[in-house]
């Protein structure tokens, strides 16, 4: 039985530890993984992964932990993920970008998110999450906004 995913994550005055619980999956809620697709690029010097289509299960989400780690473990330190194509996260693509964001900041980077809907937003917000992703990275921020930002903290 999957118990869901534990990441801890360093804060102000120690760390937090989050566990993220998986969904019920049902016949309902499992999307055709031919329709979602996770690619990358790099834009303007930084490393952009791309989601589109809405994954739900730890299969569909997979690839996008794989990205971000095969990303850092050739150099790049920043991680734009666009959210722009999605519209529903779930327990795995939390579970992901939680530890995406860890990967990256272990090895001296951070992983920015771009184009995040509302809907997307009042998730991360439920779950404690969005207070580890900057508020200027997040908003309705386009992929160049947040390349941009990352210049200008860089």
Do not use: W, Y
Not at 71 to 99: I, K, P, W, Y
Not at 116 to 131: D, E, I, N, Q, Y
Request: charged share 20%; net charge positive; with cysteine.
């Amino acid at each position: 039985m999957n118990c869901g995913t534990v990441i801890g994550l360093p804060c102000e005055g120690g760390s937090i530890t989050i566990r993220i619980k998986p969904a019920q999956e049902t016949g309902h809620e499992i999307m055709n993984s031919q329709s979602n697709h996770v690619s990358q690029r790099i834009q303007d010097g930084t490393a952009v992964v791309s989601i589109s289509g809405d994954p739900i299960t730890l299969t569909e989400v997979a690839p996008l932990g794989r990205k971000i780690t095969n990303l850092v473990n050739t150099g790049a330190r920043t991680v734009v993920v666009d959210l722009s194509q999605v519209n529903h996260v779930g327990a795995a693509m939390l579970g992901e970008l939680a530890t995406g964001l860890k990967t990256t900041r272990s090895a001296g980077g951070d992983l920015r998110l771009s184009g995040v809907s509302r809907r997307v937003r009042k998730v991360l917000a439920a779950t404690g999450l969005s207070r580890f992703f900057k508020q200027a990275e997040m908003g309705n921020g386009t992929t160049e906004a947040a390349i941009r930002n990352v210049k200008k903290v860089a």
